[in-house]
């Protein structure tokens, strides 16, 4: 749950950068990017949650700290399935949330690998813009997941919603749509050979 903080307020501001957890360096690989971002999110969630407090002057234990309400849902989640239903369901509830962790962690890795954005003359990273994330206008990926394929544009005009999402020509583009990309980023050899050499110089993090 703490994605929503981590995603909103973390990932859209430092996307392309080395402060991102989410977003995959340069050779590395997907299995190494599982674990650094799904634990360095989690951390960075807990910070930002303690920044948006102190901005408005709330105690780290508010009733206003969203973490700890996730924390206390996950918890009643897992609970609740243990006391109702068993061990073994309790198991089985872990186990798909895992697998739709890794699912998720797999596409912010084949929507960011590589690309970063250069720090400019003030020591700021340079603007936000539809070349630092990958994007795949591919018919089945973008009707499977309603337009995320066009990653590019979500980040370069955060504000728009999915369907109105536009392809840019100026972005990276991505050879294959995301279903075929996320299974040959699980052969690193294969998916270093096909998508380095698409990355700029400049832009390799």
């Not at 954005?117 to 997941?145: A, C, D, F, P």
């Amino acid at each position: 749950m703490h994605f929503y903080i981590e995603h909103n307020f973390g990932h859209h501001l430092n996307a392309a950068t080395k402060e991102d957890p989410a977003s995959a360096k340069y050779n590395q690989t997907l299995y190494s990017f599982w674990v650094t971002s799904m634990v360095r999110q989690y951390i960075s969630a807990w910070k930002i949650q303690r920044n948006l407090l102190k901005r408005e002057n709330r105690s780290f234990f508010s009733f206003k700290n969203d973490m700890f309400w996730f924390v206390i849902l996950q918890v009643a989640y897992v609970g609740s399935i243990f006391l109702f239903f068993g061990t073994t369901a309790l198991w089985v509830a872990i186990v798909i949330g895992l697998i739709g962790a890794v699912l998720l962690e797999t596409i912010n890795y084949i929507e960011h690998y590589g690309l970063s954005r250069n720090k400019t003359s003030s020591g700021r990273y340079e603007r936000m813009q539809e070349i630092h994330s990958w994007n795949s206008n591919h018919v089945l990926g973008r009707i499977i997941l309603y337009e995320l394929t066009r990653h590019s544009d979500h980040h370069y005009r955060a504000h728009k919603k999915y369907q109105l999402l536009d392809c840019h020509e100026t972005s990276p583009q991505m050879p294959y749509g995301y279903p075929t990309s996320m299974i040959l980023s699980m052969l690193p050899p294969l998916w270093f050979a096909i998508m380095n050499k698409r990355i700029p110089i400049e832009m390799r993090s």
